[in-house]
């Protein structure tokens, strides 16, 4: 599977033209490639050994999609160092992107906790007239 072969439908707003690779863990040494066009992101690093565990990249400089939505994200491994050629791997990822702020509201209902205390009057008369029954 190439990227030519399978292309992709890019959301509305989106321009990765500009995007910075500003921090990296777990499997590291990896160089952002400049694209030519605004849809792909290309990393890569020597070949090497990458041990299992969580990977995480953060790209700054990348500008969201303009509308609301779920879009798919295509993450492909390729020999080449230009991402040509054929994919060795691939997956997928889904994201929503929302335009506005998420409000979480949240109504507790009203809770009345009784305490008994043994040193009150009351619960002293109360605990005498149980002796009774």
Not at 24 to 29: C, E, K, L, R, V
Not at 116 to 129: E, I, N, S, T, V
């Amino acid at each position: 599977m190439t990227l030519s072969r399978r292309p992709c439908t890019v959301p509305p707003g989106l321009d990765a033209t500009g995007a910075v690779l500003a921090t990296q863990s777990g499997p590291t040494g990896f160089c952002y490639q400049q694209c030519l066009d605004s849809q792909r992101v290309i990393l890569t690093r020597t070949p090497g050994f990458a041990a299992v565990g969580t990977a995480s990249y953060e790209f700054t400089n990348v500008i969201n999609p303009s509308t609301a939505g779920t879009y798919f994200v295509r993450v492909q491994t390729f020999a080449t160092s230009d991402a040509s050629g054929p994919a060795s791997d691939y997956g997928g990822i889904a994201i929503a992107f929302l335009l506005n702020e998420v409000d979480i509201s949240v109504t507790v209902p009203p809770y009345l906790i009784f305490l008994h205390r043994r040193d009150h009057p009351r619960a002293q008369l109360h605990q005498r007239h149980r002796r009774l029954y």
